[in-house]
């Protein structure tokens, strides 16, 4: 995204959507064996809520996923800065200004397509989209069910991901994470965005945490044979 849109890298909706999913792919791949793969606040809520994750531990997730995200933000900073800079330049935007949202959107943290829908309704998105993630996490991830092998469930849920996104990045960024919103957006908020940084931030960490929930109960209600 940040390549996109601060170095007009031409990169496609379709092109930024199977980057995302082949990202989370490779991010599974790495750290399933080290932690069950927890990448994601909503998806370590959901997996607590369930019984499949203890729930002492998902403070430490929760903390590291989003430290994570602010550590990559910090680093999409550092190489951008230019870019953003300029950006501001040639539309005439002044940081922190509430119009300046438009430039941290979907490079550090996201703010729904106006055109499209409010808050609200970007909020009823976030929390389908994330529902729909889960419930393919938790298909992909079913060992009783075996219908997935164990070595080909990070491609599938990378590639839901990129699925996903590449249906609602246009309409709210698709968030599907708190922490892939809120790591980056704390950046924008020390790099002089300041209150502007807080635009929509609960679409992107309420939605995602309510659709997990909503996702994980439907799997388990419609594979428990009871």
């Not at 990070?154 to 699925?163: D, S, T």
């Not at 965005?193 to 419609?222: D, E, F, M």
Request: proline residues 5%.
């Amino acid at each position: 995204m940040c390549a996109s849109k601060y170095a007009k890298s031409g990169a496609t909706p379709f092109g930024i959507a199977a980057t995302w999913g082949i990202s989370v792919a490779l991010a599974v791949y790495a750290t399933r064996a080290i932690s069950g793969a927890h990448l994601n606040p909503a998806v370590t809520a959901a997996l607590v809520a369930t019984g499949k994750a203890p729930a002492d531990e998902a403070p430490w997730y929760v903390g590291a996923q989003v430290v994570g995200g602010f550590v990559a933000g910090l680093a999409n900073y550092a190489t951008f800065s230019a870019g953003i800079a300029a950006l501001e330049a040639s539309e005439g935007i002044v940081r922190g200004t509430a119009a300046s949202a438009a430039t941290f959107n979907g490079g550090f943290g996201m703010v729904p397509t106006k055109a499209l829908m409010g808050a609200a309704g970007a909020f009823a998105a976030e929390v389908w989209m994330t529902s729909a993630l889960v419930f393919l996490i938790f298909a992909a991830t079913d060992a009783e069910a075996g219908s997935v092998t164990d070595a080909a469930a990070p491609a599938l849920i990378g590639a839901a991901v990129a699925m996903l996104i590449g249906t609602f990045g246009p309409v709210t960024g698709a968030g599907m994470n708190p922490a892939r919103d809120l790591g980056p957006r704390l950046v924008t908020a020390l790099t002089g965005w300041g209150a502007a940084a807080a635009t929509s931030w609960w679409v992107y960490t309420l939605g995602p945490l309510a659709g997990a929930l909503i996702g994980a109960s439907a799997y388990q209600a419609l594979t428990d044979p009871s």
